[in-house]
């Protein structure tokens, strides 16, 4: 009896010791310590003893979620020869087995069991809280203070990189792997399980959506790498870690893109077809653009055929003007918005597919024929959210109906109802029968649940295989939310593309996601649509470049509207941004546009210039930060001397209406000095305001010269004066007409200037007229390097 108390006894001890042990794991570059009770304690750098983990913050290893809950973990062993911590949470009695790799560049983390992997809904990897606080890259999930970095990385689509904040798992913001904190920073991920049917608020706007299981996909398989490394060695890991833990890792002619001086080059996007492709690729060439994008090619988005206008030969006419491009060193791009879906689609009409994406349904509560307009159902409560609604239509079947609304009490009707609509049948259904209400997007398109979503990016693989087209956006990427699945759906339609695509696919997006960033090669955000040339969306696409260079994506300054009036002084504005930040862009040149500009020619030549300069790093620090900034304008020329940048000064008056006494004079009057050589009068006069017009203006220069401008203008338009020609432009930048002038406008000489305005008001709104002139300074010589 003594002798089995004491054998008890002694393997008790034994047991206590193993889960009483901390655990110490480590790379060359990382030391990692685990305590008994699965928090980490330490995150040190060996090399120089440093501890970058936050003291007083809780760092457990791993988090679960059963129910509502969420535990930390209680106790922590860890077996050296299998390579296992096993984590033990003492209210739900579950235990979770973590198999863990030491590497000399990182450390692995899988979640390989769950004692009861039915209970666990989620998991959380950390929080694990940091020190560093200098720059945080939010996607890319790396924090790093000058010196030193330390990065997660989801090593799965599984695991999403960032903060669990709702249950579908989607992060609507930038990202969140790495959070700035008032400690330093943290850095988690998480798993869902997502086997079980649920529902859940899905895209923060279907409340109580069905989400259909997903055979076999629990949290276990979760999966991540830790590391730490000097700052500049972070990018190089990274793509070590990709080579080691088979993360996808693109290359571009042998070189991993996020390597490659390819990667962020500037493109075109046009409307080519098997007619003019080869003028588009002309035209591409001589700006050195990188591909010719499509902006529309399909007549349908789903099954991805080809407009016939543009491609009457479909598919294998596309293949032929990528061969021809091919030949130039062109690629051939496309747009498509990822998986919404065209209501002209195979997918759509005559028969819709079951798996288009349902927020809801509800029953009918009696038989209807084919041709009834009030249809009964059980509940309101999918169609009664019709507010993000545009198509307003539900599925019965092989029918698709369109309806104005539904009652508010019972017995609950969907009024005037549009049968057999986008090419369905009208039918008769039986009591009983599921009315689902359809997911949709204002473009007249429609959603997808997750197995249509995967097969419509295998259709999308298919046709970049077939065709060789090599460039594409996932624009609309977050529409693959309607799966219902968060940015899990986001990660697996952007790796099953890539997968099934054949060949290297140079890709963009609408959204930053932390998976997806080992795929894609840019995020190119800035539209033309807003404003002019410059002004459009001109702040969103500054700020977005400190964001890009903190999560390791080449600078980027969007896209840009090469009109049919768009002048040299607009795109080397463009193009002073592009070599200020080294950015590629997106250059919209529609043919027609194009064809119809006088100055296409020197247009692109410029483009090609600036390119060529800004490649070549021929910039001082001092002229990068001059060029970054957008109340600079610069012009660029190269001869046999070298390069020449001239800068342009700007002299900045503004006008307003003034109450004076009958008879006072209104105008305004300028003092300016030209410091430089003669040269023509260059003004920019824009009529800053919501609404209103200033009619018959007037500008008098040096007491002897009066410019009068009759007729009204309205509130945003310009009027610009290159010294030989004066154009007007709407509040968008489109240009309107070009003045007929009566006399020459004088030179600017040098010295000094008076510049007297003045114009009527003809009402109550308070309109600003912003008065620039601009002149061109001597040329700063720069040797080429």
Not at 509 to 536: A, L, V
Not at 555 to 580: K, P
Not at 642 to 654: H, R, T, V
Request: one cysteine or more.
């Amino acid at each position: 009896m003594k002798k089995t108390i004491l054998i008890n006894l002694i393997l008790f001890i034994l047991s206590f010791n193993v889960w009483a042990q901390p655990i110490q794991l480590k790379t060359d570059e990382l030391s990692l310590n685990i305590s008994s009770s699965g928090q980490i304690t330490t995150m040190m750098n060996p090399k120089t003893g440093k501890n970058y983990l936050a003291i007083g913050e809780k760092a457990p290893l791993l988090k679960i979620q059963t129910g509502q809950e969420w535990e930390e973990p209680a106790l922590a062993a860890f077996n050296n020869k299998s390579g296992i911590i096993t984590l033990s949470f003492a209210i739900s009695k579950v235990s979770a087995e973590i198999k863990v790799i030491q590497k000399t560049t990182h450390l692995v983390f899988e979640l390989i069991h769950l004692n009861a992997k039915n209970e666990v809904n989620a998991v959380i990897w950390g929080p694990y809280p940091t020190i560093i606080g200098k720059t945080i890259g939010e996607v890319i999930g790396v924090v790093r203070d000058g010196e030193y970095a330390i990065g997660l990385q989801a090593l799965n689509v599984k695991t999403i990189g960032g903060v669990l904040k709702n249950s579908e798992g989607a992060d609507y913001s930038r990202g969140s792997v790495a959070v700035s904190q008032p400690y330093g920073s943290s850095l988690q991920a998480f798993s869902l399980d997502r086997s079980k049917d649920r529902k859940i608020t899905v895209w923060n706007q279907y409340p109580n959506m069905p989400v259909k299981a997903i055979a076999n996909e629990t949290t276990i398989g979760s999966k991540i790498a830790l590391f730490g490394c000097p700052e500049n060695q972070v990018l190089a890991r990274i793509g070590a870690i990709e080579l080691a833990e088979g993360l996808p890792h693109p290359l571009i002619n042998g070189l991993w893109h996020k390597q490659s001086p390819e990667t962020g080059r500037a493109y075109m996007i046009s409307d080519f077809d098997e007619g003019n492709i080869d003028s588009l690729l002309n035209y591409a060439k001589q700006a050195d653009l990188m591909s010719v994008y499509h902006e529309g090619p399909f007549q349908s988005w789903g099954h991805f055929v080809l407009n016939p206008a543009s491609f009457p030969h479909g598919n294998a006419g596309m293949k032929i003007c990528v061969e021809k491009a091919s030949k130039k060193g062109i690629r051939i791009g496309l747009h498509t918005l990822s998986n919404f879906i065209n209501t002209n689609d195979p997918y759509v009409t005559p028969v819709p597919d079951k798996r288009l994406a349902l927020t809801g349904s509800s029953l009918l509560t009696e038989n209807i024929t084919s041709a009834v307009t009030e249809i009964t159902v059980e509940s309101d409560e999918y169609f009664k959210n019709i507010k993000p609604s545009t198509l307003h239509a539900v599925q019965i079947g092989e029918e698709i109906i369109r309806f104005r609304e539904v009652t508010s009490v019972r017995p609950y009707k969907l009024l005037d109802c549009q049968r057999g609509a986008y090419g369905t049948k009208a039918l008769a259904h039986e009591k009983g029968t599921a009315v689902g209400m359809m997911m949709d997007y204002p473009y007249n398109t429609l959603f997808t649940d997750f197995s249509l979503q995967q097969e419509i990016a295998g259709n999308l693989g298919r046709f970049f295989t077939e065709t060789g087209v090599s460039q594409m956006d996932f624009d609309g990427h977050e529409g693959c939310l309607s799966s219902g699945e968060g940015d899990y759906g986001m990660q697996a339609f952007a790796e099953k593309v890539f997968k099934d695509t054949g060949h290297t696919l140079v890709n963009g997006t609408s959204r930053s996601s932390h998976y997806y960033w080992h795929i894609c090669h840019y995020w190119n955000w800035g539209e033309p649509w807003y404003g002019g040339f410059r002004e459009s969306q001109g702040d969103f696409r500054l700020e977005n470049q400190p964001f890009l260079e903190r999560n390791y994506m080449p600078n980027m300054l969007g896209w840009f509207l090469l009109s049919s009036t768009t002048t040299s002084e607009d795109i080397e504005w463009m193009m002073a941004r592009a070599a200020g930040y080294h950015a590629g862009f997106a250059l919209v040149a529609r043919y027609k546009n194009l064809q119809k500009n006088p100055n296409t020619a020197q247009l692109l030549t410029l483009i090609k210039l600036w390119q060529e300069a800004y490649k070549k790093k021929i910039f001082s620090a001092d002229q990068l930060a001059r060029l970054k900034n957008p109340e600079n304008d610069f012009h660029l020329e190269q001869n046999n001397q070298g390069w020449q940048l001239y800068p342009f000064k700007k002299f900045k008056f503004e006008h307003a209406k003034q109450v004076l006494q009958p008879g006072q004079p209104t105008f305004s009057e300028w003092q300016l000095v030209n410091s430089n050589e003669e040269q023509p009068l260059n003004f920019t006069l824009t009529f800053m305001g919501k609404e209103g017009v200033i009619r018959n203006l007037w500008i008098e220069l040096d007491g002897y010269f009066k410019l009068e401008l009759p007729g009204e203008y309205e509130a945003g338009n310009s009027i610009v004066c290159n010294g030989t020609t004066i154009k007007i432009y709407n509040s968008k930048g489109g240009f309107k007409k070009e003045m007929a002038l009566k006399q020459v406008i004088p030179t600017l000489k040098p010295g000094k200037h008076t510049i007297k305005f003045d114009c009527e008001f003809p009402d109550d709104n308070e309109l600003t007229n912003r008065f620039i002139i601009k002149t061109i300074s001597s040329p700063e010589i720069i040797q080429s390097k």
